[in-house]
């Protein structure tokens, strides 16, 4: 099957999938289209994000549903809302001339009871994610017991954000004569547990390898310390006009910062993670979708779901620890045959961070050096020129007798003036600024002592190393000396002075949540720094998993907890 045409698609179908453009299908869709069309067994499909897993799903089942019942048929569960409104939007292109085919989306983060409303229209299509699916299920709204075929979409992304008994519970609400269809960019152990206990006997299609690495991707890295990474980030979006790129951050706090950094420095450029209200986060796409916004600074999770083809460049501002979500972020760059780049800003001491991903993934990423203003001029003056040259529509009219006599200028002249003109701010920053000074890997372990930053809302660092060898000789109460920083933990704290936290309430908590366990020993504290709105504290690494497990149970003056590791 070189083109739809070829496959035994409805009229309908094929109609629509000319409409949107589509003529030759991708290698997920030559090989799963044919087999859901003419095959029995339940599937599972390994394949990027990216190469067409909703098209290579939902077309066949839509060739295949009967628009006459008016029970539900097909059930689509993804992880996020954003994947959820995506996959509904591409079911309804497709199904566009099935005139009584109904879909809806069913996610959280919006009322139920108008999900509930839209319900009432008997669809048969429900796309959901895993939450609200469940809570659906529970005031009876939804009935799965005609169901035909159950798609698991981003499966192993859905088990990660801890959906296991969701999607557990879910399966055994479904008839086991549905056929289920697993798609997953990775096959963790855990997705192989759910394909073992509710799969029977499936085919499995692999398109390329999990790891696959778009060949026509440039992948380069930049060394700066923690203090210098904004300012080279800044330097390295100035030396690439013209982009539309995302920026990858590890957590929600530094997200927000170097978005906040970014806009304040006239960027057009906003944030996208999961403290952002729902209205908030579609106000955020919606914009850049529209190229409104030409940066978004993300979260992995956030990110998903954003289905967009014209990324010049993808940043990863703090590197992935998993080397397949280094393959996953920068493929979101290069698509539709176009190239991109993928540019990681990394700290001296993450050169074995470097090295594992470089190792897993096969990837040549090259050093590069982070460019002096005179660089960043010149790629300004190419940015303007290409942007000058391109094909634009004329959005108004005037008489030519407007523009003045020119003909004492040569057009060098008038270049080098429009350039004087259109470049003067960006001139005037670097002028007589110094460079970022060049940083050089190192083979420290990434826990050691000088490594780790603590970070306030208004962008303030502290070198806790230095913080630690100054103080070194400092004794915990009793009189014994303090844990070394190998045998401690730091974790980002979401309460702070503004919900009238104190250190004592920080160790009441540490030790609530860590006193669960086997053990009776109490954990050793460290450091207790409470900011405006959040809060840093250490706790001994061996009560790690008690903490994180228990803290977000807890409240604090009827206020919910949160704990993450701080990066």
């Known amino acids: 099957m070189n083109l739809f045409t070829e496959s035994n698609l409805s009229p309908d179908i094929l109609k629509a999938v000319g409409e949107l453009g589509y003529e030759s299908p991708t290698e997920i869709q030559k090989q799963t289209i044919p087999f859901i069309l003419s095959d029995i067994r339940d599937l599972i499909a390994l394949a990027q994000t990216g190469t067409g897993k909703t098209a290579a799903f939902s077309l066949p089942i839509l060739d295949m549903i009967d628009d006459t019942s008016r029970k539900i048929q097909f059930l689509v569960l993804c992880p996020t809302r954003e994947l959820c409104l995506q996959i509904t939007k591409d079911i309804k292109n497709y199904s566009k001339y099935m005139k009584d085919i109904k879909t809806t989306a069913v996610y959280g983060g919006s009322s139920i009871m108008d999900q509930m409303r839209s319900l009432k229209d008997k669809p048969q299509i429900i796309v959901g994610t895993p939450g609200r699916v469940i809570d659906l299920i529970n005031r009876k709204a939804l009935d799965f017991s005609a169901i035909h075929w159950l798609v698991l979409d981003e499966a192993d992304e859905m088990l990660s954000m801890g959906f296991k008994d969701e999607l557990e519970t879910i399966l055994s609400e479904t008839p086991e004569t549905k056929q289920t269809f697993l798609f997953s960019a990775t096959m963790s152990k855990e997705v192989e547990k759910i394909t ?136 979101r760059t290069g698509r539709a045959g176009k190239d991109g780049i993928s540019i990681s800003l990394i700290k001296p001491e993450e050169s074995r961070k470097l090295k594992q991903i470089k190792a897993v993934t096969k990837i040549e990423i090259a050093e590069g050096r982070i460019p002096t203003g005179e660089e960043i001029i010149k790629a300004q003056v190419g940015g303007v020129f290409e942007s000058l040259f391109e094909i634009h529509e004329d959005f108004f009219e005037f008489d030519d007798s407007l523009i003045p006599d020119l003909s004492a200028f040569t057009k060098e002249e008038l270049a080098h003036k429009l350039l004087q003109f259109q470049l003067k701010d960006l001139a005037l920053y670097y002028k007589d600024r110094h460079d970022v000074i060049e940083q050089k890997l190192s083979s420290r372990d990434e826990g050691g002592r000088g490594e780790r930053r603590d970070r306030d809302s208004r962008g303030r660092d502290r070198d806790r190393g230095e913080r630690t060898e100054r103080s070194g000789d400092r004794r915990e109460r009793g009189g014994k000396p303090k844990k070394s920083n190998e045998n401690m933990v730091r974790f980002f704290f979401n309460l702070g002075k503004k919900d009238q936290l104190k250190k004592l309430d920080v160790l009441d908590i540490i030790n609530k949540a860590t006193s669960t366990g086997k053990s009776k020993k109490r954990a050793e504290i460290g450091d207790i720094e409470i900011l405006e709105k959040f809060s840093f504290f250490e706790i001994e690494k061996s009560f790690k998993g008690d903490l994180l497990s228990n803290i977000s149970s807890m409240k604090f003056r009827g206020k919910d907890m949160r704990a993450e590791e701080a990066n």
């Not at 956030?302 to 967009?308: T, W």
Request: hydrophobic share 35%.
């Open 196 to 331: 073992k206990n509710y799969l029977t006997k499936p085919h499995k299609i692999s398109v390329g390898s999990i790891n696959e690495v778009k060949k026509n991707i440039k992948h380069e890295y930049y060394v700066a310390g923690y203090r210098q990474k904004k300012e080279a980030l800044k330097r390295l979006i100035d030396a690439n006009p013209n982009q539309y790129s995302i920026i990858f951050c590890r957590t929600r706090m530094e997200t927000q910062e170097v978005a906040d950094f970014l806009m304040q420095n006239g960027y057009a450029a906003d944030a996208l993670h999961g403290d952002l209200s729902q209205a908030q986060r579609d106000t955020v796409m919606k914009k850049f979708r529209l190229k409104n916004i030409d940066i978004l600074v993300a979260t992995d999770v956030a990110a998903r779901g954003l289905d967009v083809n014209s990324l010049t460049h993808v940043v990863h501002y703090s590197l992935p620890d998993d080397p397949e979500v280094f393959v996953h972020r920068s493929g």
